[in-house]
C-alpha cells in the first residue's frame, strides 16, 4: 500500500497526523510519502499542484490522503482550486462517494431518529458541473459588470456517476436509488440527467429509481432520512446535501469522503475543511480523516479494517471520548489516542 500525503491547511494536518497513526497501528507496512503542497509553500515559491507530482500519484500511488485547503492567507483560494479541483479534474476522480451515517443516536439534531434511519450513500458527481472554471466576466468592477459561470455536463459524465451509483447499490443489496437534479428549472443539462437516469435506471429493474429536485431532496433528508438507501447528484448538489448530511450524521468533524477513478489512484479525505477558526489550537475533531481511513481500506481490498475502525469510533462517540465542538473536553490527540486504544 502506497500512500501519498497531503496534510494541507489549517486544521488539516492535525487531523491527518492522528489518521495516519491508525494507518501504521493497523498496517504496519504501509509506504507513506509527504507532499508539501498548500497555502504554506504556495506563498513560499508560487507552486500549486505540478504536473510531475500529478504523474508520480498516477504512476506510483495506491491512493492519496488529504486534510484539506483553503487558507485566509491566499483570498484568492488558487492554491486550494489547483490542488483540490485539479486532482479531482486531472486524476479523473469521477465519484465523490460520501457516506451519511448516524455512529451515536444522541448525536443526530432530528428527533427520535436512530441509527437505521441515517445511513445512506451520496454520489457526487466530481468532475463537472458547475466546477470546471468555464465562463468569464465582462466589465469587471464597472457597474456594468456581467459574471457567467457555465454548468457543464456530458453524456459520458453524467452517464458513469450514475453507473457507478447503481452498481454500488446493486453490489450492496440497496433497494432503492434516488437521483436529484433541478431539471424543472435547468432544462437543458438537468434533462440530460433525466434521460440517462432513466436509461440506467431500466437496467436496473430490482432498485426502485425514484427523482426528487434537489430542493425537495434538502427537505426529505431532514423530514424523513430512512426513505434514503443511494442518492446520486451532481457537482455543486452533492456539496452542499452532504454538507447537510454531515450534520445528520453528529457534525462535519464525521464526514468522511473518498474521490474514487475506479481506474486509477484514489484519494480520501474529510469532508470539511481547513477550520481557520480553530487551526492551531489542537481541538480539531480528528474522527471524519480516521473514518476517511477506514473507506481507503476497504478500497484497498481490506474492509475488515474499515469494520474495525467504525467500531472504534462508535465507540469512542459513546463514550463521549470527543473534541470540544461535540460538547466533549478531549483534544485531537486524545481521541486519536482514544480510537487507537480500542483498536
Ligand atoms: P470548514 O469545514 O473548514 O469549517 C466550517 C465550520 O466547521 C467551522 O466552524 C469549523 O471550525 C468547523 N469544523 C470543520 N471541521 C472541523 C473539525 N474537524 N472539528 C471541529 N470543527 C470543525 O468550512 P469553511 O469555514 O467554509 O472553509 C474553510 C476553508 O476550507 C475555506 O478555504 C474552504 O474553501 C476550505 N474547504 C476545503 C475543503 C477541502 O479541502 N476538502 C472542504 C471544505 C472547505
Ligand atoms: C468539498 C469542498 C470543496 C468543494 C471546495 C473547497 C472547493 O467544499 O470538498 O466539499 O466544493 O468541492
Ligand atoms: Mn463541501
Known amino acids: 500500500m502506497k500512500v501519498a500525503v497531503v496534510e494541507g491547511d489549517g486544521i488539516g494536518g492535525e487531523v491527518i497526523e492522528q489518521g495516519i497513526r491508525i494507518l501504521e497501528h493497523l498496517t504496519p507496512e504501509i509506504n507513506l510519502t ?60 469521477y465519484i465523490n462517494l460520501r457516506p451519511i451515517r448516524l455512529l451515536d443516536p444522541r448525536r443526530c439534531p432530528l428527533k427520535n431518529k436512530d441509527c437505521d434511519d441515517v445511513n445512506f450513500v451520496v454520489f457526487r458527481e466530481n468532475t463537472e458541473g458547475l466546477y470546471t472554471g468555464i465562463g468569464g466576466q465582462f466589465k469587471r468592477g464597472t457597474k456594468d459588470e456581467v459574471a457567467i459561470e457555465q454548468e457543464m455536463n456530458t453524456r459520458k459524465g453524467v452517464e458513469r456517476i450514475i453507473r457507478a451509483a447503481f452498481e454500488y447499490a446493486d453490489r450492496h443489496g440497496h433497494s432503492k436509488m434516488c437521483m436529484a437534479d433541478k431539471s424543472n428549472a435547468m432544462r437543458h443539462g438537468h434533462d440530460l440527467w433525466r434521460r440517462v437516469y432513466k436509461i440506467v435506471a431500466d437496467e436496473y429493474p ?37 454538507d447537510l448530511g454531515a450534520i445528520l450524521q453528529g457534525g462535519i468533524g464525521l ?34 480523516a480516521i473514518l476517511s481511513v477506514g473507506m481507503m481500506y476497504t478500497h484497498l481490498g481490506r474492509p475488515e479494517l474499515e469494520k474495525q475502525i467504525t467500531a472504534a469510533v462508535r465507540a ?28
Not at 484519494?267 to 474522527?287: Q, R, Y
Not at 473536553?329 to 486504544?341: E, I, R, S, W
Open 206 to 242: 430490482n432498485i426502485e429509481s425514484n427523482h426528487l429536485y434537489v430542493d425537495v431532496l434538502a427537505m426529505e433528508m431532514v423530514r424523513c432520512p430512512e426513505r434514503f438507501e443511494v442518492i446520486v447528484t451532481n457537482n455543486l448538489f452533492g456539496d452542499i446535501v452532504t
Open 316 to 343: 469512542c462517540l459513546l463514550a463521549d471520548q470527543i473534541t470540544p465542538e461535540l460538547g466533549g473536553k478531549l483534544t485531537t490527540k486524545q481521541v486519536g489516542d482514544a480510537v487507537l486504544a480500542r483498536l
Open 255 to 288: 464526514a468522511s469522503s473518498g474521490n474514487i477513478n475506479p481506474n486509477g489512484v484514489s484519494l480520501f479525505e474529510p469532508v470539511h475543511g481547513s477550520a481557520p477558526d480553530i487551526a492551531g489550537k489542537g481541538i480539531a475533531n480528528p474522527l471524519a
Open 34 to 93: 509527504h507532499f508539501d503542497l498548500g497555502a504554506d509553500r504556495y506563498l513560499r515559491d508560487g507552486t500549486t499542484l505540478p504536473d510531475q507530482i500529478l504523474e508520480k500519484w498516477r504512476s506510483d500511488f495506491d491512493v492519496i490522503y488529504l486534510g484539506a485547503l483553503g487558507d485566509p492567507r491566499v483570498p484568492t483560494n488558487v492554491h486550494a482550486k489547483d490542488i483540490l479541483l485539479g486532482s479531482r479534474f486531472k486524476l479523473d476522480l
